[in-house]
């Protein structure tokens, strides 16, 4: 159990376009997904924490009205990009959150391979 | 926020070898866990241990906290040459709170 998908897995667009991922919990309910975002040979910097129901909450740097987050279900968060441009390639990753044995534990996604051209 | 950093940066090991990697942290937290990066994919959740923890197994794979010194280390035992991956610790302050990740460690292991 405790599989996220997310999709697209890769996606290359053109600048000035918008991008839509998905991310999905497909066998467990998360009231609380979050969006990360990693550039090559680096670490995962956190961009956002969504929440079903209520806006997301943004990490400081993060613009959200370029970066618009949508927790439309327990299942379901997706991340869009908007008017994307060549520095917003990158690996988003999102993860979902579940209560394991009293222990908030965080599934994560397989990523998903932004490039702008 | 607090920053997680690792060491090393790259290890580079033969098959059979130990691989013994390290994380500090600069505050209290509530749990550190350990995930495994294969180049260009998702992370694998490999073991939580609390804070209230000092040792944890899980097959292969020994964590060490110390609270004191703000640090844990990740031991993989006999590495194989699939265990090459990035290796990333992350950190959390509360139940459910975002996690920080360390910078992380890129093991290689050569068969």
């Known amino acids: 159990g405790a599989v996220v998908s997310q999709h697209p897995s890769w996606v290359i667009c053109k600048s000035g376009t918008s991008v839509k991922i998905e991310c999905r919990s497909l066998?467990?309910?998360?009231?609380?997904m979050f969006w990360y975002r990693q550039f090559p040979k680096q670490s995962l910097m956190l961009m956002a924490t969504?929440?079903?129901?209520?806006?997301?909450?943004?990490e400081q740097g993060v613009e959200k009205d370029k970066f618009l987050i949508n927790h439309a279900s327990l299942t379901l968060s997706t991340l869009t990009v908007t008017s994307a441009h060549p520095e917003d390639s990158s690996f988003y990753i999102c993860?979902?959150?579940?209560?394991?044995?009293?222990?908030?534990?965080?599934?994560f996604g397989p990523g998903t391979r932004l490039l702008v051209l | 926020s607090q920053q997680g950093e690792e060491d090393p940066q790259a290890l580079s090991i033969q098959e059979g070898e130990n691989a013994t990697m390290n994380c500090s942290y600069k505050?209290?937290?509530?749990?550190l866990q350990w995930y495994r990066q294969n180049s260009g994919r998702g992370l694998v959740h490999l073991i939580l241990?609390?804070?209230?923890?000092r040792e944890k197994h899980s097959g292969r794979l020994r964590v060490t906290l110390d609270t004191s010194k703000k640090s844990s280390s990740l031991l993989i035992t006999a590495s194989r040459a699939a265990d090459t991956a990035s290796y990333f610790c992350?950190?959390?302050?509360?139940?459910?709170?975002?996690?920080?990740f360390g910078e992380g460690t890129q093991l290689t292991v050569n068969p």
């Open positions: 993860s979902a959150s579940r209560d394991s044995g009293g222990f908030e534990t965080q599934y």
């Open positions: 066998d467990f309910q998360a009231t609380t």
């Open positions: 969504s929440n079903e129901g209520s806006k997301a909450t943004y």
């Open positions: 505050t209290s937290i509530n749990n």
């Open positions: 241990i609390r804070s209230n923890e």
């Open positions: 992350a950190t959390d302050v509360t139940r459910g709170s975002r996690l920080t």
